[in-house]
């Protein structure tokens, strides 16, 4: 849940109820639940999962209603909890990627999630395999055409407001509006509608770190009013079962097969461990536009030219991963370094035309990232005119992914695009960021060592092998 989104929300009295304590199943009953999960996952046929705050909480971002909620603090005075990092930067849970893990297995057929933290498609669960009921923070889209852009900064307003941006088509360039509902706001038609059908066809409906209550907003769904929370229970009525796991009671445990009352990473482990199923590491890439003007100067013996390092989303748009960059030569001595420290990062130099160099940009990364900084080579030379290079991004990005993971550190960059005029070069660079692995009990705040018993039989089959990123297919997201 972001805390940008809690304060954005409109004032409401009313919002249930909030600090219930915390409710944790003895050691012993919580590795027998864990076990019965592991076996109703491996049975499953069609497997949805419905998740709401409690999934992201070890992500460093608080929930509604725990003891330490935004609602429960907000009732007692207290106002918004701080979160451990910045929204922009929070990074998939063991959850997270267990998700898609089970999803790559053929396993995980469906999730719909309440939460607008965009931790599910930055994770890497398809956008078509995903609803997302209460819109994204980092979601903008087109009214007119339907076109979805995927920011990495949190987008301004809530409520399906028009934000500062348009639509990058030229044939439309219609207002963007943001995707995040407000309290009076109907859910969108087309997420219930696809988080309906597959509640109906699944057979387990995995609960994770939600009260199903949400902020039980209605909406008009197969001529009869139906809450977000109740999706769930249709499930039953086509013979199928619900698994919660939750620390707190739900409405719905009356209804449920089964019941868990612990931390979901910890039951998520425990189960992936039985199911000898790996949780992927989580690679988060980042992209940057560089941008090298250049005019000649009287008699072409100088030329005039400007660096941008800008967003791939526009030159208004943010860079939350850079907080500085320094721009050095280290073949011309007589070049003095430069250090950018406002966004747009923007530098204005004179040279001789005849003389290449080499310009070396280190870029110093925000709180949050892995690493300190990276540096990124970019010879120069105006007398030469380089070729347009378009380059398959999925490729690219899987090339990147792969190198992180060898290497276990983040750093690396590639070339995605470079568009080139006789007084100008924009290149578009991806660059990795973040690199966070789930293979330490740690990572699962100690999470129980899972023994089988001997009437278990877990064998399963990876059926396809992906990568995780932050792209959508129902409509391919833009970059600017």
Known sequence: MSLGYAEKLSYREDVGTVGMSEIFDPPDVLQQKIEELAILIQKSKHLVAFTGAGISTSCGIPDFRGPKGVWTLQRSGKGVPEASLPFHRALPSLSHMALVELERAGILKFVISQNV?????????????????????FREICPSCGTEYLRDFEVETIGMKETSRRCADTKCGAKLKDTVLDWEDALPPKEMNSAE????????????????????????????????????????????????????????????????????????????????LRIPPYIHIDFVQLSLSHSPKSKKTYVKWNLRIASIHGQRAPLPFLKSVEVSFPERPDLKTAFLHEQPFYLKRETLRKRPFKMLLTFNFSDGCSCLCT??????????????????????????RDAADKESHCGQHAVLERKVNPRSEVTIYAIVTNIRRYNDPEEANGVLEITPNSNSNFMIKRCSEGVNGSQTSQKRPKWS
């Not at 990124?376 to 070729?387: A, C, G, L, S, Y």
């Open 117 to 137: 933290d965009s931790l599910h498609l930055r994770s890497g669960i398809p956008r078509e395999k995903l609803a997302e009921l209460h819109g994204n923070s």
């Open 197 to 276: 059908k597959h509640c109906r066809t699944a057979d387990i409906v995995l609960c994770l770190g939600t009260r199903q209550q949400g902020l039980t907003k209605p909406t008009l769904c197969s001529l009869q009013i139906t809450p977000a929370c109740n999706l769930p229970l249709k499930t039953i009525r086509s013979g199928g079962k619900i698994v919660i796991v939750n620390l707190q009671p739900t409405p719905k445990d009356k209804k449920a097969s089964l019941v868990i009352h612990g931390l979901v990473d910890k039951v998520i482990a425990g189960a992936m461990h039985l199911l000898n």
């Open 375 to 400: 540096t990124i080579e970019w010879p120069i030379n105006f007398q030469v005119t380089k070729d347009n290079l378009v380059l398959e991004k999925n490729e690219v990005l899987r090339e990147l």
